[in-house]
């Protein structure tokens, strides 16, 4: 056998032995078990973590976008008012 059909073969079983691995983690992760331990051990923790950080800029926006829209009603009003006002005395 010369190099390069060698280097073909190992390129071959490089490849076979990835994609049986890659067989065996798809059945493995496709089993309700570790579905279950999964999701309580590696995705629960992480998006707790994540919710915890995030958190005080959910609050920070929802409390500015209620200041935006109180401005708003406030700017309305007065423009309302000051119409109002002028629509009498013409």
């Known amino acids: ?4 059909q ?13 994609q049986k691995f890659i067989n065996k ?6 089993n309700d078990e570790s579905k279950k331990y999964i999701q309580i051990y590696l995705i629960d923790p ?5 919710l915890e950080r995030i958190f005080p800029y959910i ?6 976008f209620i200041i935006l829209i109180l401005c708003i009603v406030a ?3 007065f423009i309302y008012f000051h119409i109002k006002q002028n629509s009498l005395y013409a």
Do not use: E, G, H, Y
């Open 59 to 64: 609050i920070l926006t929802t409390v500015l």
């Open 75 to 77: 700017i309305f009003i």
């Open 6 to 18: 060698q280097n073909q073969q190992n390129q071959q079983n490089q490849q076979n032995l990835i």
């Open 46 to 50: 992480l998006l707790n973590n994540i």
């Open 25 to 30: 983690a798809f059945i493995m992760l496709n």
């Open 1 to 4: 056998m010369d190099k390069n």
